[in-house]
């Protein structure tokens, strides 16, 4: 089975400064990577996947996110944050064969402030 | 282009009472899937429609639940009859193509359920 684990419910950060929302993960194979942002009364918006290749990818906003297969994790980060990133981030994982089938994590729960 | 569009977006019902929500997908897209958030939990695979067939239906809970997609173009979930735990809120998702598992989802904002 697979699963994906952040260990925070809210991260908060000060603007300007870099922020980090933690990911790991749990699958059986080679993973396809994910995260998501909810901002209020929106759906979720994709932000950045890692398929193959180099293990940093960059997404929208200026978000990034660094794959790390020794420690099956996949954190999110930005150089510096700002309070309209404020949202709820979901990380998650593609399972092996099985299409656009997402397996999510609980969320995590950003808030920038001035 | 409009994205993918749920209806409605808050319901409140008794126990025992049916809901049914509906998702229109994007235009084109032939994946449309169902997920689930129950309060401060992880949002959770339901099903997952290729045009009006069921691709994976793995997800669903029971029996109560129903989805259907005729015609291969708006989709439907039924719930009859609620109970309490099917508070959350059912998201509905499209992309036009699955099998590589490099495309994202586009989601829409969700229907908020709750149960009494």
């Known amino acids: 089975a697979q699963s994906v684990a952040q260990p925070e419910d809210q991260v908060n950060v000060a603007e300007g400064n870099p922020l980090t929302v933690k990911c790991t993960y749990s699958?059986?194979?080679?993973?396809?990577l994910f995260w998501y942002v909810q901002y209020p009364n929106r759906g979720l918006q994709f932000l950045l996947k890692?398929?193959?290749?180099?293990?940093l990818v960059k997404g929208s906003y200026g978000f990034e996110a660094e794959f790390n297969k020794s420690q099956t994790s996949f954190h999110l980060k930005k150089p510096s944050a700002l309070v309209s990133d404020s949202a709820l981030y979901f990380c998650?994982?593609?399972?092996?064969?099985?299409?656009?089938?997402?397996?999510f994590g609980t969320g995590t729960q950003l808030k920038v402030e001035l | 282009e409009a994205g993918v569009t749920q209806f409605p977006s808050h319901s409140v019902i008794e126990k025992g009472q049916t809901v049914t929500l509906r998702c229109d997908p994007i235009?084109?897209?032939?994946?449309l899937y169902w997920y689930r958030r129950v309060m401060g939990k992880e949002i959770k695979f339901l099903l997952h429609?290729?045009?009006?067939?069921?691709?994976?239906e793995s997800g669903m809970p029971n029996n109560r639940f129903l989805a259907e997609r005729t015609g291969g173009t708006y989709s439907t979930l039924k719930v009859q009859p609620a109970e309490l735990e099917d508070s959350g809120v059912y998201f509905c998702?499209?992309?036009?193509?699955?099998?590589?598992?490099?495309?994202?989802?586009?989601f829409g904002e969700g229907s908020r359920l709750t149960v009494l």
């Open positions: 998702a499209s992309s036009q193509d699955p099998g590589t598992r490099t495309g994202e989802l586009f």
């Open positions: 699958v059986s194979g080679n993973p396809y």
């Open positions: 890692y398929i193959t290749g180099d293990n």
């Open positions: 998650a994982v593609s399972l092996t064969g099985g299409g656009n089938k997402l397996t």
């Open positions: 235009s084109g897209h032939d994946n």
């Open positions: 429609f290729v045009k009006e067939s069921k691709q994976d």
